[in-house]
């Protein structure tokens, strides 16, 4: 149960259970550390929605890159900062919730009102089961344009039931009194009251607290902000019904270059090594084509796959076999069964390619 009723005078604020949504950025990383400070116990909460770039990155475990360093960064925070985080796995639900959010969508598919709602009610079970006192967040007034002015900030508080128990620590002196600072689990004094945009504040307060490791805000992290991966996305809703569409679905939406062949068949071919490998994985499930001899994409045929639609897939994986210049290339393609045959087939030209682009 939530203990909304502590005794009157705390005598030690770790009795006091603060729960945080934690991304593992600057801002909810501050959140916490100002919450740590008055000695709160503090626990992270980061929810894996399958839609979130650096897990993916993670997943395709690029070994000659940057990208293979790629870490978790809610549990690095948590880490750096000794605290504990939970990773909750919600990416099927949250599907749900991405084809149909009440409060719309961004300027992408980004649905960042209802993601919020969505994960401060799962955050809020959580606070329930644990014994929790009040939630917190890094969201800062008028940071981001959908999700952050301060109405909205406000209905996302009544819709999800949490009135006076949700605290955003950066931004609590200009937004009303909670019920944590009123209470005396939380000095108010103690916290921020930063406002729009700007991120001086937050970086000083970095350094001041030796908070050296974060990751960048404009490094983008949520596949549903991408402009291709929404492209696809909204493709992928077009010529499928929504309700039929799984998380594992959209696995494929994230790399790879994308044509759609017809109605019921698209085709995608991995741009490098690390993605044909990762294609190749899909092989007992879809069509998949290939260059013979030759430095090829693997491509792959999602849908209702026949002959003219294999052939215009051959050429398309010729235009981006090392053998592009040739004028017929040899293209293995392979059944999901394991049968196979060779199409002979001559390079795409770029202006037809682009008729098929997503
Ligand atoms: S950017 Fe993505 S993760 Fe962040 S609030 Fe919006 S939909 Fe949710």
């Not at 960064?73 to 880490?79: F, N, Q």
């Not at 044509?259 to 490998?277: H, P, Q, S, T, W």
């Not at 007992?284 to 290939?290: A, D, F, I, P, V």
């Amino acid at each position: 149960m939530t203990n909304q009723n502590p005794p009157a005078r705390i005598r030690d604020r770790s009795e006091i259970k603060a729960i945080g949504l934690l991304s593992g950025g600057l801002d909810s990383t501050l959140a916490a550390k100002l919450l740590l400070d008055q000695g709160l116990t503090v626990i992270g909460l980061n929810y894996s929605t399958g839609f979130c770039m650096n897990n993916f990155r993670r997943a395709l475990d690029r070994p000659d890159q940057a990208s293979h360093r790629v870490r978790n960064e809610a549990l690095r925070a948590g880490s750096d900062l000794q605290f504990p985080v939970e990773i909750i796995d919600v990416a099927d639900e949250y599907i749900g919730m991405v084809m149909n959010p009440k409060h719309g969508y961004g300027s992408r598919m980004n649905p960042c009102i209802d993601c919020r709602i969505f994960m401060l009610d799962k955050a809020k079970q959580y606070m329930k089961e644990v014994g929790g006192h009040f939630l917190f967040t890094g969201e800062v007034v008028a940071q981001r344009p959908m999700s952050q002015h301060r109405p909205t900030l406000r209905m996302i508080e009544k819709e999800t039931d949490l009135d006076g128990l949700l605290l955003r620590p950066l931004s609590a002196q200009v937004l009303p009194e909670t019920i944590p600072e009123k209470r005396g689990w939380v000095d108010r004094n103690g916290l921020l009251g930063i406002h729009g945009r700007g991120r001086k504040v937050q970086i000083a307060l970095a350094e001041a607290y030796g908070i050296k490791e974060y990751p960048q805000p404009s490094g983008g992290c949520c596949h549903l902000t991408d402009e291709t991966f929404s492209r696809r996305f909204r493709d992928r809703i077009a010529f499928l019904n929504g309700d039929q569409i799984k998380s594992e679905d959209l696995v494929l939406l994230k790399v790879g270059r994308h044509f759609r062949l017809d109605d019921g068949c698209k085709a995608i071919l991995g741009r490098d090594e690390v993605e044909n490998r990762f294609m190749a994985g899909f092989r007992n499930r879809y069509w998949t084509l290939e260059a013979v001899e030759a430095g090829s994409p693997v491509t792959l045929l999602e849908g209702k796959v026949t002959d003219p639609l294999v052939e215009l897939a051959a050429a398309m994986t010729a235009r981006y076999s090392s053998h592009r210049d040739r004028e017929g290339v040899e293209i293995l393609c392979r059944h999901p069964d394991g049968s196979e045959r060779i199409v002979f087939s001559s390079p795409m030209a770029e202006m037809e390619l682009e008729r098929y682009r997503i």
